[in-house]
């Protein structure tokens, strides 16, 4: 069953995306970012969603609950510009309909 959810995300020019997101598709955060061209091609996702470059970390704005941060994304990100505690990388959050209302930021580029 299609269920599409309702995402903000701030582009790194300070412009806010309110987006429609599928939840059937497999698709993570970073694929939508890439999707709606909410960042320059060659930007972000570098090395393909395989928490390796950083490139797609955001900061989590809402309350939202997501899925755990595994080992492989909280090694990325203690390599990682601009981090902060509520840094995330896109290419690690699953678009689930729990989601509903998630709003993130993207990071600078490094």
């Known amino acids: 069953m299609e269920q599409d959810i309702n995402i903000k995300i701030t582009d790194r020019d300070g412009v806010t995306h309110e987006v429609l997101a599928p939840t059937d598709m497999a698709m993570n955060l970073m694929e939508v970012v890439r999707s709606y061209e909410l960042a320059p091609e060659g930007t972000i996702g570098i090395c393909g969603g395989m928490a390796m470059c950083a490139s797609c970390q955001c900061y989590v704005l809402s309350d939202t609950i997501l899925p755990e941060m595994q080992d492989d994304e909280e090694a990325m ?3 990682a510009f601009y981090v902060k505690d509520n840094s995330r ?3 690690q959050i699953q678009i689930t309909p729990e989601m509903e ?3 993130v930021e993207l990071a600078p580029e490094s």
């Open 77 to 79: 990100l203690s390599e």
């Open 101 to 103: 209302g998630l709003e």
């Open 89 to 91: 990388l896109g290419c």
